[in-house]
């Protein structure tokens, strides 16, 4: 990437990175020393900066606070075995960012703005992103509205921001699920398609009562009728039917992940029936009960896949199988991994170098 655009850099004075212990890394607790700040004002994006990591003061009446716009993005960077640096797919969630943006009345941001910030970013911190098998570094990039105003409307100013922190390799325990049949994460024609911050908060309850319960998240059921798969948790739902890899279609109340793609992608390389189409309950526990139920899975940026091993259904758990070596959702997360560190050809040219 050119570097066409000047990013006023002010580097940090008392460098973190020696605290910094590859070994130990807890999903979004360590920050990199710098991130990057534009602010949005009079109808333009002014003033990029790269600055160190810090708090930011905002207004008690800060619009974002009160009535919630406010947006983000999550995506990774790898380390390969030359040391050089890639980005997985960021196009993708360039154009979801303001995707959100749009549906959350907030500006957009110029691809150039996005793509400069975060790759000269990445490069002021290179050393944070880590080496080791299976880590890599997040991104997070975030909108929030900054006018100090109490009046419902839009915010006529905003701060875009980018931090990054160094996550190792997650552990994917099996997850234990249930399907939610009362309460709903999103709802055709609201704003679950957008990654905004409210969406989050409003599935916090409904999460919590599950894991009281011993569940580990949800499977989100469609607002109607409860019958519909929409998503697992905060990712993508994924299943192995028959051969047949089948998934619920995109709609406004369900996300557009990235990994979801890739892994459709993945399995139309292989040459595997890929349906995307509306999933109900009932035909998975039909199909679980005939054995034609080979996999279930929860896909996203943190974990890329999370493997169901249990399923709650109207109070009853059932167990799926585990998936073995050849496994489709095994050989994904393998597929994956070799691409994103530079050990298996990219043909979808998906990495972007830093
Ligand atoms: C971010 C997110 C996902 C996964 O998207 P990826 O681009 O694969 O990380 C799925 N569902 C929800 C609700 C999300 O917020």
Not at 221 to 234: K, L, N
């Amino acid at each position: 990437m050119l570097d066409t655009l000047t990013i006023r850099t002010q580097r940090t004075t008392a460098s973190r990175l020696q605290q910094l212990d590859p070994e130990r890394l807890e999903f979004g607790k360590t920050f990199s020393d710098h991130m990057f700040v534009v602010d949005y004002r009079d109808g333009e994006w002014q003033d990029a900066q790269i600055v160190p990591y810090g708090d930011m003061p905002v207004s008690p009446a800060n619009s974002a606070l009160h009535y919630g716009q406010s947006i983000f993005e999550g995506m990774k960077a790898y380390k390969n075995t030359d040391g050089d640096i890639a980005l997985f797919r960021p196009y993708d969630n360039f154009r979801r960012f303001n995707a959100s943006a749009e549906r959350m009345c907030m500006p957009l941001i110029p691809e150039e703005l996005f793509m400069q910030g975060l790759s000269q970013l990445i490069r002021v911190d290179n050393a944070w992103v880590p080496d080791a098998a299976g880590s890599a570094l997040y991104i997070r990039p975030f909108m929030f509205a900054t006018d100090g105003f109490l009046g419902v409307r839009p915010s006529e100013s905003y701060r875009f921001v980018i931090i990054t922190c160094p996550v190792g390799l997650y552990y994917n325990k099996p997850l234990r699920v249930r399907f939610e049949e009362r309460y709903v994460r999103s709802a055709e024609g609201g704003a679950g398609y957008a990654k905004n911050a409210g969406n989050y908060g409003a599935a916090m309850y409904p999460t919590k009562l599950a894991q009281q319960e011993g569940y580990n998240q949800l499977i989100w059921t469609d607002a109607s009728e409860h019958r519909y798969v929409e998503e697992s948790g905060t990712m993508n739902a994924i299943f192995v039917v028959d051969g047949k890899v089948v998934t619920p279609a995109l709609s406004t109340s369900i996300l557009d992940g990235v990994t979801r793609r890739s892994v459709l992608d993945l399995a139309r390389d292989w040459g595997m029936p890929v349906e995307e189409r509306k999933v109900s309950a009932v035909e998975l526990m039909e199909a679980l009960a005939a054995g034609k139920l080979e996999e279930a899975f929860g896909v996203g940026t943190a974990a890329t896949i999370a493997p169901i091993a249990v399923v709650g259904y109207q109070g009853q758990d059932y167990e799926l199988p585990t998936p073995g070596t050849n496994s489709f959702s095994t050989r994904a997360t393998t597929a994956l991994h070799a691409i994103r560190t530079g050990q298996a050809p990219d043909t979808h040219n998906w990495m972007v170098a830093v």
